[in-house]
């Protein structure tokens, strides 16, 4: 028996999130289709992030047992073969029997986009949100800054978050304006369920000018979930990498 550690990447548009669901196709689903098929074998990966419906990813992990001949490393090149074309392994190694993606210290890296321009851009409709009103960048980078270091986040977790603790520590937040799209990059050590999204949705809110920058300090010192803005669609958020440390 040896465990396999999988680097994914998806396009999440056609797909109910990461995680198994009755009735839905998920990334997690299919991933287990394909390996059962190659393998022969009963296979359920585990994942290192469950991401929403519609949420993207360059680098996802997950690992499966099995008892294959196959070389380790092969196992991108042959999964590749039976796997929809909106997902790809991108890389595949042995990892200890007793590793598990969710139980290490890592670092995620996270990128929101928002088309902030007059008019959308179809071919960017699943990739980013469209938001037309005018969005001060510097407006948003003071009130991101309040969110770095460690915190109580429960205030920007929805109330579904079955964590133990909602503290967590970001590292960092740069938010930039390329042409006709602002990019929030976010580094932390783990997020809660809809963290990324409401930080996204509440910094839209600053940038709009709904909010004062310094609102976001009160944010997360009140601790409730009703003083952060709304949760950014799906459709713009992408898990960028996932780094052990």
């Not at 796997?83 to 929101?112: G, M, Q, W």
């Not at 369920?193 to 009140?222: D, H």
């Not at 979930?225 to 440390?245: D, H, I, Q």
Request: glycine share 6%; proline share 4%; with cysteine.
């Amino acid at each position: 028996m040896k465990r396999i550690l999988l680097e994914v990447a998806y396009d999440g548009t056609n797909y109910h999130g990461w995680q198994i669901q009755p009735n839905a196709n998920t990334i997690e689903s299919e991933l287990n289709k394909a390996l059962c098929h190659l393998t022969g074998e009963e296979i359920h990966v585990i994942g290192a992030s469950r991401t929403d419906s519609g949420v993207h990813a360059l680098c996802n992990l997950a690992v499966f047992n099995t008892t294959s001949r196959i070389p380790a490393e092969k196992f991108s090149y042959a999964l590749n073969q039976g796997l929809p074309e909106d997902i790809r392994i991108r890389n595949a190694r042995e990892v200890e029997a007793n590793f598990h993606p969710r139980k290490c210290h890592s670092i995620k890296t996270y990128r929101y986009s928002i088309l902030n321009t007059a008019f959308a851009i179809p071919t960017q409709r699943h990739y980013s949100y469209f938001y037309h009103y005018p969005l001060n960048v510097e407006l948003m980078v003071q009130g991101a800054s309040y969110l770095e270091g460690e915190h109580d986040f429960i205030a920007f977790s929805n109330q579904r978050t079955q964590a133990e603790s909602t503290i967590r520590t970001i590292y960092s937040i740069q938010i930039e304006k390329k042409q006709d799209t602002i990019e929030l990059v976010v580094k932390g050590s783990g997020f809660l369920y809809n963290m990324v999204r409401l930080i996204a949705g509440t910094l839209i809110q600053v940038g709009r000018g709904y909010y004062l920058p310094e609102y976001v300090k009160e944010i997360l010192e009140g601790c409730e979930r009703g003083k952060a803005g709304p949760v950014a669609p799906a459709k713009g958020l992408t898990l960028v990498s996932y780094e052990f440390v």
